[in-house]
Antibody, heavy 120, light 108 residues
Framework: EVQLVESGGGLVQPGGSLRLSCAASGFTFSNHWMTWVRQAPGKGLEWVANIKQDGNEKYSVDSVKGRFTISRDNAKNSLYLQMNSLRVEDTAVYYC?????????????WGQGTLVTVSS | EIVMTQSPATLSVSPGERATLSCRASQSVSSNLAWYQQKPGQAPRLLIFGASTRATGIPVRFSGSGSGTEFTLTISSLQSEDFAVYYCQQYNNWPPLTFGGGTKVEIK
């Protein structure tokens, strides 16, 4: 059974940092592009970043460039999101999701999400 | 950036009726469009990709159509478990990948 389990969320002050993790199981992690999508409270979905199977290609939305870094460790079946210089508007549930193997950008499995709250 | 606009924002439908949800792209996305369902407190679930291909395990009452800038998700006969928020997502021109604002399907 495919499982994605996020962790690392919490309350942080503006300007602070957090590192989110996503533990994958039930599939060959190294065969799939992976992504982070966030959802602010009561709002819609926003794509944050994605990363190629070998970690050598990464893309992100402009609003997080220079602040967030996506990475992965295929040996540990884990996806990460390092978030620095956090802003109030980064408050959201952060989901990790798997892309269908033959695609980059269609997400067939999602974790349950981890809540990040940026507030003083 | 391609802007995805969904309408209506809320759709009130009786169980057993048909629901028709719309998604419009600010420029052509060919058939590179997906639909997701999200229930309260849950992660999104992939329903449709390639504008009209049902994902694994998705009931046949869900169908997608359209290409270019205009897309439709149809639920032929609404079941109680279908009341949720539905999002479209384009993946033709990225980054960034973009989602519509969502359509909430509620019980009439």
């Amino acid at each position: 059974e495919v499982q994605l389990v996020e962790s690392g969320g919490g309350l942080v002050q503006p300007g602070g940092s957090l590192r989110l993790s996503c533990a994958a199981s039930g599939f060959t992690f190294s065969n799939h592009w992976m992504t982070w999508v966030r959802q602010a409270p009561g709002k819609g979905l926003e794509w944050v970043a994605n990363i190629k199977q070998d970690g050598n290609e990464k893309y992100s939305v402009d609003s997080v460039k220079g602040r967030f870094t996506i990475s992965r460790d295929n040996a540990k079946n884990s996806l990460y999101l390092q978030m620095n210089s956090l802003r109030v508007e980064d408050t959201a549930v952060y989901y990790c999701a798997r892309a269908i193997r033959t695609t980059v950008t269609i997400f067939d499995y999602w974790g349950q999400g981890t809540l990040v709250t940026v507030s003083s | 950036e391609i802007v995805m606009t969904q309408s209506p924002a809320t759709l009130s439908v009786s169980p057993g009726e048909r629901a028709t949800l719309s998604c419009r792209a600010s420029q052509s996305v060919s058939s590179n469009l997906a639909w997701y369902q999200q229930k309260p407190g849950q992660a999104p679930r992939l329903l449709i990709f390639g504008a009209s291909t049902r994902a694994t395990g998705i009931p046949v009452r869900f169908s997608g159509s359209g290409s270019g800038t205009e897309f439709t998700l149809t639920i032929s006969s609404l079941q109680s478990e279908d009341f949720a928020v539905y999002y479209c997502q384009q993946y033709n021109n990225w980054p960034p990948l973009t989602f519509g604002g969502g359509t909430k399907v509620e019980i009439k």
